[in-house]
């Protein structure tokens, strides 16, 4: 005899809820007459009283329901928060539709669908609660991180910041109209934007859709390698360095196709981007040579222990000036972009996308794809369960997230595998920066150094992570001005003037001291063990050679004059950086391997290229590929 399966007290809760919202949304228990079902009419069936529920459709709807014990003697609903003129305007008829017919099974109304939907959603909580059924509220799901960590580290799990997530998983068949275009674009971030003026460029009818009310772009750098302004500058590259860097920081998991075809095709697909920014050259600096090191051409800083490539431009405008330059391209090409609409689901049919349902303040929209869909829909860092259950522990130790853009919930990953398709392995990577950029001295909460400090940002990110705690502290002392002339370099003096460094590591912030002991009570870490450490550093200071971690000897300076300052630092992180697997095309690949006809995936939601960590050391990758497979994937499209 087999042995039945254990639920949980929580899962058979959920279970139960869900089976008596499907009840009651369906009509067998919204009323006691006898065309309803029932077998005693007279029968009590409700608690009398009046409840509320609550769901959402453009905004949060809210139905008030009053109870006898045999019928549903009132029904108030308040679409306040929808659309005027449509969901607004339909709250008085669906009132009435609810309380005829004595159940939450109505008829929605025409246009008005996402409000239909959430109003019946809402009535069905109401006549839950009058049955006494008690629903658990919508929560996230109860996910173990598959990824143990050694210590407890929930204090400082980041995975708190909760955005809308827009997939939808149930079936939807109910649009209030159908679009036939070429090209539908999901999301108006680099990628996005590259791809949506890039198709139309190339003659498609292309619609851009974007779930936020505004189109993002992080920074104002991009990554190339034999464009046009690093010719400028003299700068050359060995592309065979590059590439077996890029493969070892990935610890080849990721495709070493994807790659070259990054290579093969990033200075075209750049100049493109500098044409339609119709700046003139000579306003473009690299980053590593745009502030004190104008001279500086090599291809990248030879100091650091991992080759930080010198493959970065800067833009010499604001983010939000190419923004507006970016969209007025695509609005001169004929692109119509559509804000505050997100894509919620694919369509396929017959083994391939043809197409996707967005989400309008009208209702669902289906769009008809001839050629394709491209997903432009960036990260997850605002999805919680996600990231739970995608990364590990210790990479969501962090101080916050520098991204902002709350719309970023995973949704084009779930839809992507709703129809089949296969993301990269977990756990997935995060793009992360130490709360401090410059290499200052480093100690654990033990009081010791624990890794050369002169390193690509992502890899001092994830030694400060791997520390008890997950956090450090970086010293200075009263020469602070002049540890960063020590310290300062092309890599690690591009992003800021001195003087921003030298007030973050001596600010309020920082505790302070006259004597190391003292520091070391504050820091409240072993006071011998971080004695002998700066004891240990000064003496190899001297020596010109740090023997322990192989910190540069020219970089190295004493930490020997008081007061002395220690501060506090965690990791921090941009964005995520693990998606779905592609193929160089940019085709998302389904899990039996194979390419999903009509379905493509760039920038952050696309993967096949990191795996562990973003790669720093490999300078604003990420900007670049986002633009460069946008611009690609605009000639894989027409040619179809």
């Known amino acids: 005899m087999m042995e039945k399966e254990k639920v949980s007290r929580r899962q058979f809760l959920r279970n139960t809820a869900i089976g008596a919202v499907g009840v009651a949304a369906a009509g067998f228990l919204g009323g006691c007459s006898s065309d309803a079902g029932s077998t005693n009419p007279g029968a009590a069936v409700y608690k009398p009283g009046t409840y509320t529920g609550t769901a959402k459709g453009m905004g949060q709807v809210t139905v008030t329901m009053t109870f006898s014990e045999t019928a549903i003697t009132d029904v108030k609903v308040d679409c306040a928060n929808e659309t005027a003129e449509i969901g607004g305007a339909a709250a008085n008829g669906l009132q009435e539709a609810l309380m005829a017919a004595q159940s939450a099974e109505i008829d929605g109304v025409s246009g008005a669908t996402m409000t239909s939907d959430a109003v019946k959603e809402a009535a069905a909580s109401c006549i839950n609660q009058a049955l006494g059924i008690a629903v658990e509220a919508a929560q996230p799901a109860d996910i173990d991180n598959p990824f143990p960590s050694c210590e407890d580290l929930s204090a400082v799990n980041a995975a708190t910041n909760s955005g809308e997530v827009a997939f939808v998983s149930a079936p939807i068949t109910d649009f209030v109209r159908t679009v036939n275009v070429d090209v539908l674009v999901c999301g108006q971030g680099p990628a996005g934007m590259a791809s949506a003026l890039a198709c139309a460029e190339k003659g498609l009818k292309v619609t851009a859709v974007e779930k936020g009310k505004n189109p993002t772009w992080r920074s104002a750098t991009m990554g190339a390698f034999n464009d046009r302004i690093h010719k400028k500058f003299g700068v050359t590259f060995d592309m065979k360095q590059w590439l077996d860097d890029a493969m070892i920081n990935c610890s080849y998991r990721g495709s070493q196709e994807i790659y070259q075809q990054y290579i093969n095709t990033c200075d075209e697909a750049v100049n493109w981007f500098l044409d339609k920014l119709a700046l003139k050259d000579e306003e473009y600096f690299l980053t590593f040579n745009a502030g004190d090191f104008r001279d500086f051409d090599a291809a990248y800083d030879e100091l650091s222990l991992s080759r930080s490539w010198n493959t970065s431009i800067n833009i010499p405008i604001p983010a939000p000036e190419i923004i507006a330059v970016m969209q007025q391209r695509i609005a ?15 369509v396929r049919e017959g083994g391939k996308v043809t197409g996707a349902v967005v989400k309008t303040e009208q209702g669902y929209v289906k769009y008809q794809t001839a050629k394709g869909v491209v997903l432009a829909t960036g990260g997850y860092e605002f999805n919680p369960v996600k990231l739970n259950a995608c990364c590990r522990p210790r990479d969501l130790a962090l101080s916050g997230w520098m991204n902002g853009t709350k719309t ?34 480093r100690v654990n909460k033990s009081g010791k150094r624990f890794t050369a ?3 690509a940002y992502n890899h001092l990110s994830n030694a400060i992570q791997s520390q008890p705690g997950a956090y450090d502290y970086y010293i200075v002392d009263a020469n602070c001005p002049a540890i960063v002339d020590k310290i300062w ?44 450490t700066i004891k240990r550093w000064n003496a190899m200071c001297e020596a010109g050679e740090d023997t322990d971690f192989h910190f540069p000897g020219k970089m190295m300076h004493k930490i020997d004059t008081a007061p002395f300052y220690a501060t ?26 194979q390419a999903i006809p009509g379905l493509y995936a760039i920038g952050n939601v696309s993967g096949s290229m990191f795996s562990g960590t973003y790669p720093h050391n490999q300078n604003c990758l990420s900007h670049s590929r986002c633009v460069t497979f946008g611009y690609n994937v605009a000639k894989t499209l027409a040619a179809r």
């Not at 370099?489 to 006259?514: M, Q």
């Not at 697997?581 to 690949?589: A, C, H, K, L």
């Open 408 to 441: 970023n919930t995973g949704d084009g990953h779930e839809m992507a595998k709703a129809v089949g398709a296969m993301e990269d392995e977990y756990p997935h990577p995060l793009m992360l920066d130490p709360q401090q950029l410059m290499p200052f001295l």
């Open 568 to 593: 506090k630092e965690m990791a921090e992180a941009l964005c995520t950086a693990g998606g779905l697997q592609i193929t160089p095309r940019s085709e998302v690949m389904a899990t039996d391997g």
């Open 332 to 346: 001169d090409a004929g692109v119509e972009v559509l804000f505050n609409t997100p894509v919620v689901q694919l």
């Open 489 to 532: 370099t092309p890599s690690s003096g591009c992003y800021a003037p001195k003087e921003v460094w030298i007030a973050a590591a001596t600010s309020d912030k920082a505790l302070v001291a006259n004597t190391l002991e003292e520091l070391a009570g504050k820091m409240g870490v072993d006071v011998d063990a971080f004695a002998a």
């Open 453 to 455: 400090e002169y390193e």
